[in-house]
């Protein structure tokens, strides 16, 4: 379904330039932006995608993944047709990059489906939510008036002022933090890093559940110093928010090796020296999936694939020393 953009400015001669975010596409008549969504139709700009939904799934909100969010709940999970990155190991490149069927659900249809699934609510996942934005901004107010949360699980890329008016309306994120170089950004994923800083320094300061994810690549962003700026970006943000290290498969138009367990291993230590909760992911590692009591080392929650034991926590607290961890459950 088609429905005027929320973000773009007209220019000269039936151009325009979207800016919703940051590859700021300026696109002549019949022209389509980078994300492949949207489109300008004599002067206006047209996002197709509305509604459009290519998965559907009912998810452990542990696979978004959210570790401190409603642990071992289910969420209902949709994505949408398209991304405007184009990350070069991309897992779901066949719904992200390339056009696949896609079923329109009408907000009021997505609300009617959490509920009868009892779902906490619903995340906005797969590909990028951010260009999703204008169904988003919809259906969120009529999820949380209906008792429900909404997730987004986001590669952050998108301009600071659509995102200040997204953020009142969303309860949690996942934000991919791909790595922390520029060039990194520009030559893997064909996106720019700094815009995603701004995403999530906004995101960190506001009342958004946050927890990031960096997927870990050998010898694109898998060096000590990759790891140290990351870990110092997030513990200048928060050392209490939980980062989730992924280990690299090959993938799309990547075809480097599989990320050795040594260096996920590496990654785990010198994060976990800044920050109080780290987590491993795509790798079995002992314990890399637990949640522990970073004052006491009580152990929360254990988590053994998408299975999780609330283990050690009375409410919100440990049960040994009685210390907050600021889950929200
Ligand atoms: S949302 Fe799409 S059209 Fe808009 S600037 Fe980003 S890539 Fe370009
Ligand atoms: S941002 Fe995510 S969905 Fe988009 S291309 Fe990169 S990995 Fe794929």
Known sequence: MSKEAAWYRALPDERVQCVLCPAECVLDDGK??????????????????????????MDPIEKKPLYHFYPGSNILSVGANCCNLGCLHCQNWSISQEKARTQYIAPEVLVELTRRH???GVAFTYTE????????????PLLRSAGMKV??????????EPLGELIPHVDAANIDLKGMRPEFYSKVCKGKLEPVLKTLTMLA????HLEITNLIIPGKNDSDDDIQRLVDFVASLSP??????????PEYKL??????????????????????????GNMMVDGGSDTKCPECGHVLIRRTGYRTMVTGMNGTRCEQCGKESGMIR
Do not use: F
């Not at 050795?260 to 291993?265: C, E, I, N, Q």
């Open 32 to 57: 389509t932006g980078i994300c492949g969504c949207r489109q300008n139709n004599k002067g206006k700009l047209y996002t197709d995608n509305y509604g459009e939904t290519v998965t559907v799934a």
């Open 118 to 120: 009892n779902s906490i």
């Open 129 to 140: 939510p951010m260009v999703w934005y204008e169904y988003i901004m919809d259906t969120a």
């Open 151 to 160: 997730v987004l699980v986001s590669n952050g890329y998108i301009m600071p």
């Open 205 to 208: 300061s506001s009342n958004v």
């Open 240 to 249: 209490d928010i939980p980062l989730h290290l992924s280990a690299y498969h």
């Open 255 to 280: 075809n480097v090796e599989a990320t050795p367990a040594d260096t996920m291993l590496r990654a785990l230590m010198l994060a976990r020296r800044k920050l109080k909760y780290v987590y491993v």
